[in-house]
């Protein structure tokens, strides 16, 4: 495992630090919203972007629960994860207990993507964040782009169907309905409006950010997820470019604006450093997209049309909880021990670099 930011070390509390115990939960974020109660997350971690395409309906819905359960935020559509005559579990809740009839319910991250490909109007229903993708990113081919197996998938036909309007379908630079960013508050405030119980995200990219960042302070998110992984930087570079997005939205009158990153390749110590030195969520898509990858290759046959998955019963099975468990559980569970040391250490206090440029750079504390 790669370890993009090794040159950074945690630092334990002081010797003269009183002994402290944790809270009964210390991992917990809490996001404010400009209108209504928080949003309460038990992990600042998330999967930003799952490729579900890659596997059937069924498999979809059983690896977004899977990991829901390790308290890992999960992005997804209904249609990603379940067809027109039937719920998914993921969308409905886990029945834990068939008496009592009591489900487990599970927070959602929904991408409202500009062209609104796949997305319906239930998607509203208890979200926790809506996503609205206002950066417009590469696919696998390097297109601005969607593949015609997503959009088969969000159309809910047959894989041997054609696609509706031709093979590759052009992503949207910006929403249609949005006349300007100045208009952005507007479109801000509908969704606030169709989904009273989220918090309103903008995803953006790192490119045009001092130019960018002042109109995105004023459309009044939530929140602020910043893409990072489509970039080819060592860690110092990453460091660097999450610390002056924080101070810039600091400076943009930001300073209550969580900002999410989606760092790419990271190793759970980088996932704990980020947040250390400002970010307030990381995505872990490259730990959780090994899930789809292995799932894929050990079933790369099965039909993945509608009839295919209404013949037979829908139930989750557990062992798809311990398939992922053995995937990334280790993995989940180093973040959480790590950001649970560094709660009762003063933020200047948690990092620090034996390496010259790393300091100057971070300004974190130089170590000798």
């Known amino acids: 495992m790669k370890h ?18 944790p ?20 992990l600042p971690l998330f999967w930003y972007d799952p490729a579900w395409y890659q596997v059937t309906v069924e498999q979809a819905d ?16 209904r249609s990603d ?84 309007g031709g093979g590759w379908i052009p992503a949207a630079s910006f929403p249609p309905d949005v006349v300007s960013m100045e208009h952005l508050t507007n479109k801000i405030s509908q969704l606030r409006n169709l989904a009273p119980s989220a918090a309103i995200f903008l995803s953006v990219g790192p490119y045009r950010i001092d130019e960018e960042l002042p109109a995105l302070v004023n459309a009044k998110p939530d929140g602020l997820i910043l893409r990072l992984d489509e970039l080819s930087v060592e860690g110092l570079q990453l460091a660097e ?22 760092p790419g390749e990271i190793s759970p110590d980088d996932a704990v450093k980020l947040v250390a030195m400002g ?23 099965e039909s993945m049309n509608e009839h295919s998955l209404t013949i037979r019963s829908h139930q989750y099975d557990s062992r798809w909880g311990d398939f992922a468990t053995h995937v990334v559980g280790d993995r989940i569970e180093r973040f959480r021990g790590l950001f649970e040391s560094l709660q009762n250490i003063e933020k200047k206090e948690r990092l620090g670099s034996y390496d010259p440029d790393w300091v100057k750079s971070l300004g974190v504390r130089q170590l000798r």
């Open 23 to 42: 809270s009964d939960d210390p991992n917990s974020v809490s996001i404010k919203r400009d209108l209504g109660s928080d949003v309460c997350l038990p």
């Open 4 to 21: 993009r930011l090794a040159p950074l070390q945690f630092l334990p509390p002081s010797i003269n630090t009183s002994w402290f115990v």
């Open 241 to 262: 470019i999450l610390c002056r997005t924080r101070q810039l939205l600091d400076q943009c009158g930001g300073e209550a604006i969580p900002l999410w990153v989606v």
């Open 81 to 164: 994860v379940s067809v027109p005559s039937r719920d998914s579990i993921f969308h409905a809740g886990r029945m834990v207990d068939a008496e009592a009839k009591t489900k487990r319910r599970y927070g959602r991250l929904v991408p409202y993507r500009n062209e609104r490909y796949g997305f319906s109007v239930a998607d509203f229903d208890d979200a926790s964040i809506i996503d609205l993708r206002i950066v417009v990113a590469r696919d696998f081919s390097g297109r601005f782009a969607y593949s015609p197996a997503q959009i088969q998938r969000w159309e809910a036909t047959p894989t041997t169907a054609p696609v509706a």
């Open 279 to 301: 970010a307030s969520a990381v995505a872990i898509d490259a730990w959780c997209n090994e899930l789809l990858e292995q799932t894929e290759s050990a079933q790369p046959h």
């Open 62 to 77: 059983f690896l977004a629960v899977a990991v829901a359960e390790m308290d890992v935020l999960v992005s997804c559509l």
